[in-house]
């Protein structure tokens, strides 16, 4: 996995190499990261240095020809020659910033390393080692150790930096990076995520070109405006071919990810937090620890390189009792009823979600304090009685007989100036003593610097939780951060990393002990959507946009860095609330079902077929939610561009769940293919359309072109028809080995326009279908 010859490093994977060596000035040059390789020599790797380049700096005298601004390397400093963007600007302790990290030794250990303030990668098996090599910066004595930790059968290697000072004087970190390395350029673009509130992580490919490409965030977050996730893809990569390098970072707070290609044609990638706003000063002998950058590369295109991330997230991120097991189907009540509503409201919706299969029931915000709007409450987690007259404990009781589990909404990072909290403790929220504090969605964010604020959120927390028989919680964080600035740190350039650190105490706290909750973090939907949160709760709120075309695009970012267990996806009613779309309520099911599936409406509106479907579904879901959190993802390159096609591979193969979407409808639509990959080429599998009904008001008058009788659809009679009569979509069912059916299914005709027949496929705008594959013998 980890080996050292004649001052060469190599770390291997399955399907990777990462080669590099020690200089004979002793800085790491990058030899090689991306296939596994062969041989044990690599001189036709190493960046040739054969001709001295105009405009370089000379390292050292002695050799004209080494120059590290024309290098590859694993770290570089600033001040000896190499004017690309450097991972590390430090106030060196004699003022200067000029550093020069020089290897010093090297460890090999078994297993990963721990952080002492920050969550990480684990591993609970004999399956990863981790490199740890110290540099040194001579004049001033201050070491870098760089951490490599490498999961063999993840194909994935992390990195990290901890930076010591071994300085009489301290010293001041600007900036300093998880990890840096240079690649050599093979006409990468950067892929992104890119988003905002209700369109998060949306994939935005960028062709690298000379300068420097950066994704951060400053909101306080990982934030909804850009993943600390991204790709380097080589030109021509798609989905299932050609090389993708994914780096993705174990991080919650501000991040940065830089990619920069020089004038000499190498590209620089580097991650950690974002120097914006950041200081840190270290005193002799102390440490700071930069959070984890996770990489991986595939030669087998985006698919590859997600699959890797999502075996990695489950395995290695993702903890506790939840790791590897199927997440409930849950009813959220948010969608339904805002802040208003009553015990009796909600044990009715209760008794109706589980009728139709739901598992678990989750009370969202509006329980507590005078918390009847988002202008107040916020921080008074006491429960308001005019709504759940019989308290907590009581109703968590009344729900569980229902035959449901009970989960619970909080936002305990925030307090709402209207709270008994903020009456009481104005010094708990995050503030400058000369200034009016600016308000997001009417509230002010707490001091998790502060010792005093942690422990009163994991007290009022924990008193919840301890008193009523609660197994989900929902962790809410509604705003971006302003006004930073802590009474209780003396630097505030350490203010966002102090806020991010204290909130993993606090759930560290609260949840270390609890591990039968499910944790579902939130943030405004999809505004902290990172490794650092997925340490602590197996799933995120994906967004707070449900709209199935909007979720295609939605899921479709976030599944090239997490898996499907870890994304939130909820059916919720139509037109939709945030975009005014109306889609088939099976068009919601088929998107929500490939993550983790929960429904968010008013089922008292739903009409009676309208439940029965919703109670299929359910039932499929359960059936197949193993496959379709779990099972290996395939998305498809789009065949045509009104299609999304997914797919998902029981990890046995046994079964596998294809979805294919329309996203707009066109006239005379043509022929349709399903694609599927990852099957078993020798076994023989069918496959079959999972049912549709297809309500007949969606078809309005048109229905008259199949009634052998004219009906007006508005006329009262016909509007109860549509209530209790609903058509099924066309099934199809085929059979074949996996190696036929991954030649693409050809699927039957859509309505063309005009005629229809039992074999036409009804999908119109926003349509979907389902196939089930199933091996049989
Ligand atoms: C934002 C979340 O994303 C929603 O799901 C809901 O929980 C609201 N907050 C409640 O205020």
Redesign the pocket.
């Known amino acids: 996995m980890i080996s050292y010859q004649d001052g060469t490093f190599r770390l291997d994977t399955d399907h990777t190499s990462y080669i590099f060596r020690v200089t004979k000035f002793g800085h790491l040059e990058s030899i090689h990261y991306g296939e596994r390789l062969q041989e044990q020599s690599y001189e036709a790797l190493i960046l040739k240095q054969s001709a001295e380049i105009g405009s370089t700096v000379k390292y050292d005298a002695s050799d004209p020809l080494y120059s590290l601004d024309t290098m590859s390397l694993e770290w570089s400093g600033i001040g000896k020659g190499d004017y690309r963007h450097s991972p590390a600007e430090i106030r060196m302790p004699n003022g200067s910033f000029v550093t020069d990290f020089v290897y010093s030794g090297s460890q090999i250990t078994d297993g990963c390393i721990p952080m002492d303030t920050l969550p990480s990668s684990y591993s609970e098996a004999d399956d990863c080692r981790t490199l740890k090599i110290t540099m040194i910066d001579q004049p001033s004595g201050v070491l870098l150790h760089l951490f490599y930790t490498v999961f063999a059968g993840m194909d994935v290697i992390t990195r990290r930096v901890v930076l010591e000072n071994g300085n009489e004087n301290p010293l001041e970190i600007r900036k300093l990076m998880s990890m840096m390395i240079d690649l050599p350029s093979r006409n990468f673009s950067m892929v992104t995520f890119k988003g905002g509130w209700i369109k998060e992580a949306h994939r935005d490919d960028c062709r690298l070109h000379p300068g420097l490409f950066v994704n951060e965030s400053t909101t306080g977050a990982s934030s909804n405006r850009s993943n600390p996730g991204f790709l380097l893809a080589e030109q021509g990569a798609s989905e299932s071919s050609g090389r993708v390098y994914g780096f993705n970072l174990v991080y919650s707070g501000n991040h940065y990810e830089g990619v920069e290609l020089s004038n000499m044609g190498l590209v620089r990638v580097m991650s950690g937090i974002n120097p914006h706003c950041f200081s840190w000063t270290l005193h002799k002998g102390e440490r700071f620890e930069t959070p984890e950058t996770i990489m991986t590369f595939s030669s087998s295109g985006f698919n590859g390189m997600s699959q890797n991330f999502h075996d990695f997230i489950n395995g290695h991120i993702v903890r506790g009792i939840w790791k590897g097991k199927e997440r409930p189907v849950l009813l959220?009540n948010?969608e339904a009823h805002f802040f208003s509503f009553t015990q009796g409201k909600l044990l009715r919706l209760a008794r109706q979600a589980k009728k139709l299969g739901v598992e678990l029931f989750v009370l969202?915000?509006g329980w507590f304090g005078k918390r009847n709007s988002?202008t107040a409450g916020l921080g008074d987690y006491t429960v308001n009685r005019r709504k759940i007259r019989c308290g907590m404990p009581k109703f968590a009781e009344k729900i569980n007989r229902i035959g449901l589990k009970f989960g619970l909404?909080f936002?305990p990072e925030m307090v709402n100036p209207d709270s008994d909290l903020f009456r009481a403790h104005p010094e708990y929220a995050v503030r400058l003593p000369d200034r009016d504090p600016s308000l997001g969605r009417n509230q002010l964010v707490l001091d998790l610097c502060n010792p005093e604020v942690r422990d009163y959120i994991v007290t009022s927390v924990r008193g919840i939780l301890t008193e009523a028989d609660i197994s989900y919680v929902?962790w809410?964080m509604?705003r971006h951060m302003s006004d930073m600035y802590s009474p209780c740190i003396s630097d505030q350039g350490e203010f966002y990393h102090r806020y991010i650190i204290g909130l993993y105490d606090i759930l560290g706290r609260i949840f270390g002990d609890r591990p039968q909750i499910l944790l579902e973090t939130?943030?405004?939907?999809g505004n902290r959507f990172d490794l650092g949160m997925l340490c602590y709760s197996p799933q995120i709120?994906a967004s707070?946009d449900t709209d199935p075309i909007e979720r295609l695009a939605i899921q479709r970012g976030l599944s090239y860095l997490y898996p499907l267990s870890t994304i939130g996806a909820h059916v919720s009613s139509a037109p939709h609330q945030q975009t005014l779309r109306s889609t088939p309520l099976s068009s919601r099911f088929n998107a929500a079902s490939f993550g983790c599936l929960g429904y968010e409406l008013d089922l008292k509106f739903v009409p009676r077929l309208e439940k029965r479907e919703i109670r299929e579904q359910i039932a499929f879901y359960k059936e197949h939610r193993n496959t379709m959190q779990y099972g290996k993802f395939y998305r498809f390159d789009a065949l045509k561009g009104n299609k999304v096609h997914w797919e998902s591979v029981g990890r046995d193969k046994e079964e596998a769940v294809a979805g294919f979407y329309q996203t707009q409808s066109s006239a005379s639509e043509g022929f349709d293919f399903l694609p599927l990959a990852g099957l078993d080429p020798e076994k023989k599998y069918t496959l079959r359309t999972m049912p549709r009904p297809l309500y007949i008001k969606r078809f309005g008058a048109l229905i008259n072109f199949i009634l052998p009788f004219h009906i007006d659809p508005e006329w009262f009679p016909a509007r109860m028809i549509n209530k209790l009569v609903c058509l099924t979509d066309c099934v199809e069912e085929y059979q074949g080995y996996g190696r036929l059916l991954e030649a693409g299914v050809k699927l039957n005709n859509q309505f063309e326009g005009s005629n229809f027949n039992s074999r036409t496929r009804m999908l119109g705008d926003f349509g979907s279908n389902l196939y089930i594959i199933r091996h049989v013998s």
């Open positions: 959220n948010w969202d915000d988002d909404w936002e929902k809410d509604n939130c943030s405004s939907g709120w707070d």
